[in-house]
């Protein structure tokens, strides 16, 4: 099988580029990415010399190069996105230019080549939970409350469009709060860990009392690899850790992991519009894949953790630059 993996060299993308050609050393896996602030060639550099890997720079919103790509391949699996929250409240145009012209325009190539096309989005399209709401299924009502969570309702509606008008062979999946390995230090797992590797505090929005659902990347990566394998076109999928959590208990583990004490936590300003809880019952994937996620959240921070000790020129890397400019402008520090 060909597969084009857009968003390749992003966290998730990367870590389904090494899961796949580990896992299927047959396949071809081209990448298109465009290499943007959240793009790292570096997240691929175990695999640049595989034979059956390629990578090409470029814009999922580049008609022509889209076009080429698709039309060489039997299946998309689509990653590419801006994916930040906080910074989608900042600049909400980016969000909708590549979340949903972008995934329009990989539509259009895989309708015109009759291709398969594996969405990847996100829980945070439902909305936002109480604590005693049942968790999100595959029939929960769309309620997406960010720019970021609007942007990708969009472009789950657009692909379910293109199933229900075109017949094209379309599956997606919804899943909860990923981590582990290549995760850009923006988002609240990295950043925490990073920061107290570096002996700074970490800021903890509002009172720390949101939940989310955690899952390792790489069951997540395995959860996909049963939709392609197992799924029926134009159904859609949740994926989930089963680890819901508060962010203050999350901070805490963290902190603990890095043998630091709580003086490390500082409150600052709440995410304007910060969704309360997402969850996720995966019944469906365990039922019809026999998928189910087998890291524990323990065991998948501490080995999370490891990583980015190892990695730390990495993590000065992706810190440095653009990077410096966007905190400026969200803390003005
Ligand atoms: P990421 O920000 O780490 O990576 C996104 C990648 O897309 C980057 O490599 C970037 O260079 C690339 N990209 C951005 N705009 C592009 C464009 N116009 N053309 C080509 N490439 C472009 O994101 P991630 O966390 O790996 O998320 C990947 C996908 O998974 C996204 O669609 C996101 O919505 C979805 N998702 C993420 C999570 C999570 O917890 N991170 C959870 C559920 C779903
Ligand atoms: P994040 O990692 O940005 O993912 P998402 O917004 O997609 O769920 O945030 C996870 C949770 O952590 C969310 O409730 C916001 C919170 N958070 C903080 O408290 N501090 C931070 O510095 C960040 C980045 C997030």
């Not at 906080?86 to 291709?115: C, H, W």
């Not at 609007?150 to 509606?157: E, M």
């Not at 657009?158 to 850009?184: D, E, K, M, Q, W």
């Not at 039922?287 to 189910?292: M, R, T």
Request: net charge negative; charged share 25%.
């Amino acid at each position: 099988m060909k597969l084009l993996v857009t968003g390749g060299a992003g966290f998730i993308g990367s870590n389904f580029v090494r899961y796949w050609l580990k896992n299927y050393p047959m396949d071809v896996v081209v990448t298109v990415d465009a290499l943007t602030y959240a793009g790292n060639l570096e997240n691929l550099s175990d695999v640049s010399d595989n034979p059956q890997y390629k990578f090409v720079r470029g814009d999922i919103c580049d008609r022509e190069l889209i076009f080429s790509l698709v039309k060489d391949v039997d299946v998309v699996v689509h990653f590419a996105a801006e994916s930040h929250v906080d910074r989608s409240i900042l600049d909400p145009g980016a969000f909708v230019r590549t979340n949903v012209m972008g995934t329009q325009m990989l539509l259009d190539a895989v309708k015109e080549y009759g291709k398969r096309f594996h969405h990847i989005s996100t829980d945070e399209v439902f909305g936002a939970l109480s604590p005693t709401d049942p968790s999100f299924t595959e029939t929960t009502k769309y309620d997406p409350r960010s720019p970021y969570s609007a942007s990708k309702a969009a472009s789950d509606h657009l692909v379910r469009a293109y199933f229900h008008t075109y017949r094209t062979a379309v599956t997606i999946s919804n899943c909860s709060n990923n981590y582990g390995p290549y995760h850009f230090p923006e988002k609240i797992i990295p950043l925490f860990i990073t920061n107290l590797l570096e002996g700074k505090k970490v800021p903890v929005y509002g009172d720390g009392q949101q939940v989310r659902d955690w899952i390792h990347v790489e069951d997540h990566c395995r959860g996909i690899d049963f939709i392609l394998h197992k799924g029926r076109i134009g159904e859609t999928y949740c994926l989930g850790g089963d680890n819901e959590i508060t962010n203050l208990d999350l901070t805490k583990k963290l902190i603990s992991l890095l043998g630091k004490d709580e003086s490390f936590i500082e409150y600052v300003a709440d995410r304007p519009g910060h969704d309360r809880r997402y969850a996720i019952d995966f019944t469906k994937a365990r039922q019809d894949l026999e998928w189910e996620p087998l890291i524990t959240l323990d065991e998948g921070l501490e080995k999370t953790v490891q990583w980015y000790i190892e990695h730390q020129e990495w993590v000065n890397r992706c810190k440095s630059g653009e990077y410096k400019e966007f905190y400026a402008q969200q803390y003005g520090r």
